[in-house]
């Protein structure tokens, strides 16, 4: 657990030291003190605007960032005038890296207007050494770029452009391959005070054909137990009830520590923690779902009826080349299994669209799967050939218009199956975390069920952050409107 750390005490007229996580202590300290010189010069503190790219493990990376930023004394700001503008980039298909280099390029007038401000970017995209290099060359005006496995030295690479002079143009470039280490014990914020992420593992041993993670965000390593217990009790102490514990393939947690733990065991671990409410975790990759797991959950009363069960395809073959590790039956399999357990899980799932080699009977395998287990929700994407991954060199590449069409259907498909299981909690009594006002109506908040159902119903904003019992009135498509039953 991070304790707030005295970063006046620290000497900076020493060297920085070479153990983390002292030596960022040190340049928190040295980079806070250009900060509170900012302040008396400008009347103001300095403002960082942070903006995320991707999946949870992104969202987790820019708490911690953003936890290291206010330890600075920067403070949350405007994106046009931030004096740090920070993009947290994902590279899992084309259109999110699309996405990033059109906003540097809306950023060059900004930075004409303001050269004091710092542009930064890190995340999986900046682990691809093409894209690097691009940036280098076409987008001059960003200061900082770093990767996924070293965001911890953020205060030592900021510390690095405010002091390398003024007006010094000169790109700060840090990135790694990989790494074993995991730095403990650094600050980090909460999007939210009741609810938390919280990093299980890192990486990612798979290697899906078709998938860039591995390759970008390492090897997989598991944080030790009590690290995480330790964590999540710091959390609870400070007034969070439910977390979401993260990792790329959950199932897969501890094999690699001195003394392996599985993720079962884990959740027997965190299901102890006094005061915790709720346990969320993502994602489970079907390969790796034990018997043991689904017994946890059957006798769990803290672990949310809710589960991200990636699909990806309904073909066998298909599964095969995409190194999956599992078979059509032995999904269908699974989802029973989990369902005689946890009868009223809400399940949901990924599909890819168009792998190289999908024929029009491996789709419809895909579609069947759909039609049989009834997914309360599905994300559904187009492939997205990733250099760099064995798909990518694969020859037989689905026409564009032929993947447009089926993706059009199996969308149409998942439309059918949600909606017809949409409105089965109508009537039922849920334990609903309030989680904000209704932005639209005042006099309502919001918040989810166990299963993440989204609930609007008569409250008050001093509710956010309990679980109150609510009657499930109606249904009108992805909400239930509900009434609150009792404090
Ligand atoms: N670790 C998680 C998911 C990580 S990426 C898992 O194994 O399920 C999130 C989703 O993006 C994947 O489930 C997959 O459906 C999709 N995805 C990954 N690579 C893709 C690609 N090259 N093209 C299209 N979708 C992709
Ligand atoms: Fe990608 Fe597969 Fe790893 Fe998920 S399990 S991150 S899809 S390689
Ligand atoms: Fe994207 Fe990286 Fe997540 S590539 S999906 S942000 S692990």
Redesign the pocket.
């Given at each position: 657990m991070y304790n707030e750390i005295d970063l006046d005490r620290i000497d900076l007229n020493q060297g920085p030291p070479q153990e983390e996580p002292k030596r960022q202590y040190y340049y928190m300290a040295k980079c806070r003190e250009w900060a509170r010189d900012f302040e008396r010069g400008n009347g103001r503190r300095p403002t960082f605007f942070i903006q995320t790219f991707g999946c949870q493990m992104n969202a987790r990376d820019s708490e911690k960032i953003q936890g290291i930023m206010k330890t600075i004394g920067y403070e949350e700001g405007d994106s046009a005038k931030a004096d740090f503008l920070l993009y947290n980039t994902c590279t899992v298909r084309e259109n999110a890296n699309l996405k990033v280099y059109g906003r540097l390029g809306q950023l060059k007038k900004q930075k004409k207007e303001n050269p004091d401000m710092i542009i930064a970017l890190c995340g999986c995209m900046m682990q691809e050494p093409d894209v690097v290099e691009k940036i280098k060359k076409s987008y001059r005006n960003v200061d900082i770029i770093f990767g996924t496995h070293n965001i911890f030295k953020l205060a030592e690479l900021l510390a690095l452009k405010l002091f390398s002079g003024a007006g010094s143009g000169k790109m700060i470039v840090d990135i790694w391959k990989g790494t074993d280490q995991i730095v403990e014990e650094l600050p980090n914020e909460r999007k939210y005070f009741f609810k938390s992420g919280v990093n299980i593992m890192f990486g990612?041993n798979?290697?899906?054909s078709y998938?860039i993670?591995?390759y970008v965000r390492g090897r997989e390593r598991s944080r030790e137990p009590e690290d995480i217990i330790a964590e999540i009790e710091g959390m609870v102490a400070d007034g969070v009830v439910e977390v979401m514990l993260l990792g790329?393939?959950v199932n897969s947690y501890g094999k690699n520590l001195k003394h392996p733990v599985s993720f079962a065991q884990l959740l027997r671990q965190v299901e102890q923690i006094e005061g915790l409410e709720r346990i969320r975790f993502m994602?489970s990759?079907p390969k790796d779902l034990s018997d043991d797991l689904i017994d946890v959950m059957r006798g769990s009363k803290k672990i949310c009826k809710q589960m991200h069960l990636p699909l990806q395809s309904g073909s066998s073959r298909l599964l095969e080349v995409m190194n999956r590790h599992y078979t059509k039956e032995d999904y269908l399999l699974l989802v029973e299994k989990i369902r005689r357990a946890v009868p009223d899980i809400s399940l949901t799932t990924d599909i890819i669209v168009g792998f190289p080699g999908e024929t029009e009977e491996d789709f419809k395998e895909t579609m069947d799967v759909v039609k049989k287990v009834k997914f309360d929700s599905a994300f559904t994407f187009i492939y997205s050939r990733r250099t760099g991954t064995p798909a990518a060199a694969m020859e037989n590449q689905v026409p564009e218009d032929v993947v447009k069409e089926r993706f059009d259907r199996l969308l149409a498909l998942v439309q059918e199956v949600s909606a017809e299981r949409t409105g089965r909690a109508v009537g039922t009594v849920q334990d609903v975390l309030v989680e904000e006002r209704n932005g639209q109506d005042t006099s309502l908040v919001t918040g989810r069920t166990s299963q993440n159902y989204v609930v609007h119903f008569a409250g008050r904003p001093s509710q956010i952050g309990s679980i109150v019992p609510v009657r499930l009135d109606e249904s009108r498509g992805f909400y239930y409107m509900g009434t609150q039953l009792a404090d």
């Open positions: 990612c798979n290697f899906c998938c993670v591995p790329q393939n994602t990759h």
